[in-house]
């Protein structure tokens, strides 16, 4: 048997020349236009930097600044006007308009936002462009700005009706107000006295937290229609009572005309 036989010699790296070693040079991106370096690590650790900052500055806003919480619900106060928290104030206030409540709510609550965030979503597909400048990409970019501006300009809106509404239900607000002169013993006013109409448009229909309803350009068809589907910021199905009731009342209500 022969010495040294199936002994095998293996280099250990630690002790090779550094000269003979080979350098890790950054690949080179000049054919990737759009891209000058590499996504992992370089790219993403700035990136995880970056939201690291917003999120410590957020965190430090949240202490320092803490979510307002409203007093308990009471069913009991009709004078109490509810709001939504701010990031939902632009469908909120989208919900106001004609177009979009009452009998077309459907259009204010699920198809318009609908079809805005479905837009959206498919810019990505639509625009494939490599470009990184926003005015060589008109059509993310335009769809970007106008979706800013709707939702900054019904946010605004809704926070200024919101203070508006509320300064009037706290009387620091005074609107003219139509009188009108009728029967109290007609049979339509005394069921409206029974309705819950009232607590909303007044004894004397000058209004409150609902409008006003003297002088209204509303057939009495139209107003039994209003007060089964509501109409802009007046919910519908509210009233408590049977179809004539509601009739007499409607017919009652456009007899009331302001007075001279």
């Not at 000058?36 to 970056?50: I, Q, Y």
């Not at 009991?76 to 709001?83: E, Q, S, V, W």
């Amino acid at each position: 048997m022969h010495r040294g036989k199936g002994m095998k010699f293996v280099g250990d790296s630690r002790i090779t020349d550094p000269a003979s070693r080979t350098k890790k040079t950054p690949k080179d991106y000049s054919e990737y236009p759009g891209k000058t370096e590499a996504f992992w690590p370089d790219f993403l650790l700035k990136e995880w930097l970056v939201g690291a900052v917003f999120l410590v500055g957020y965190l430090v806003l949240t202490v320092a600044h803490p979510s307002p919480l409203e007093r308990q619900a009471d069913p009991t106060d009709t004078g109490y006007i509810p709001l939504p928290d701010w990031y939902f104030l632009f469908l909120y206030q989208l919900l106001k308009y004609e177009f979009a409540s009452g009998p077309f709510n459907v259009i204010g609550s699920i198809i318009i936002p609908g079809l805005a965030f479905g837009a959206l979503l498919l810019v990505p597909f639509l625009d494939t462009s490599k470009e990184r400048s926003p005015f060589k990409r008109p059509l993310p970019t335009g769809f970007m700005l106008l979706a800013f501006a709707a939702m900054f300009y019904l946010t605004w809106e809704s926070v200024a009706n919101h203070d508006w509404e509320a300064a009037k239900a706290q009387g620091e607000i005074k609107e003219e107000v139509a009188t009108v002169e009728f029967d109290e013993s007609a049979e339509g006013y005394q069921l409206y006295l029974g309705s819950s109409c009232i607590g909303c448009h007044g004894n004397a229909f000058e209004g409150g937290l609902g409008k006003p309803l003297i002088g209204l350009d509303y057939t009495a068809d139209e107003i039994v229609e209003i007060a089964h589907n509501g109409l802009n910021g007046m919910p519908g199905g509210t009233f408590q009572g049977t179809d004539e009731e509601l009739h007499k009342i409607a017919e009652f209500i456009t007899t009331l005309q302001p007075a001279e």
